[in-house]
């Protein structure tokens, strides 16, 4: 195990909802990036949170929204539901931002919106 | 746009034998490319390269990279039951643009 952690596993919502996820970081890392992977699919790149600032964003829509804490957990809230959202959410935390150091995967959010 | 292509999208074979996943991109730039395994949901790191055609092993997992070309490889020698996963590469340029950009995926299936 990686150390990272979200929360809840599983969550189901209906379409137009308001969902928020959690992601503890490893101990010791500052930066956490969140992805989105539908089924059959990589996962694909939501945002990600170094030192409290969004540091980068894929092409999602501005209802998909993030927050960094002191303590470097982070949220992933996603406003007006769509069927589309469903989809395992995953995040990943590392040390920093820099691309040698490796990005360590928690064990997801299965959202369904029905 | 940039693109990750993994070949093949699965694979079935028997205990005991090698196979080869490979990993083209059309990706410039990026400073290193990630493997990770993906059995369930949370995808396991396997290897990172940052240099050209310098083999990395663990156990009967390889990996290289070519940049020139512009593919990896996984190699997975006398495979096991335990191999069965979804194999992922994503090339990784860090700093301002923090992602990963994964491809689809080789799902490997090992029968007993």
């Known amino acids: 195990e990686t150390g990272v952690t979200q929360s809840p596993t599983h969550l189901i919502k209906t379409r137009g909802q308001q969902v928020t996820l959690r992601c503890s970081s490893q101990?010791?890392?500052?930066?956490v990036s969140w992805y989105q992977q539908a089924l059959g699919q990589g996962p694909q790149f939501i945002f990600q949170?170094?030192?409290?600032?969004?540091?980068g964003r894929g092409n999602f829509p501005p209802r998909f929204s993030g927050l960094q804490f002191p303590n470097y957990s982070s949220e992933l809230n996603v406003n007006a539901l769509e069927l589309d959202d469903s989809a395992l959410y995953l995040c990943?935390?590392?040390?920093?931002?820099?691309?040698?150091?490796?990005?360590?995967f928690g064990p997801g959010t299965r959202l369904t919106v029905l | 746009e940039d693109k990750v292509v993994q070949s093949p999208l699965s694979l079935v074979v028997h205990e005991g034998d090698t196979v080869t996943l490979n990993c083209s991109y059309e990706v410039t730039n990026f400073r290193s490319l990630l493997w990770y395994k993906q059995e369930k949901k949370a995808p396991t790191f396997l290897f990172m390269l940052t240099s050209s055609g310098i083999e990395k092993k663990s156990g009967r997992l390889s990996s290289i990279l070519d940049k020139k070309e512009l593919f990896s490889i996984l190699n997975i020698t006398a495979t096991q039951t335990g191999d069965s996963a979804i194999y992922l590469c994503a090339p990784y340029y860090g700093g301002s643009q923090g992602n990963l950009i994964f491809g689809k995926g080789t799902k490997l299936s090992v029968k007993p």
């Open positions: 990943a935390s590392s040390h920093r931002v820099s691309a040698t150091d490796t990005q360590y």
């Open positions: 101990s010791g890392h500052n930066t």
């Open positions: 949170y170094y030192r409290e600032e969004e540091n």
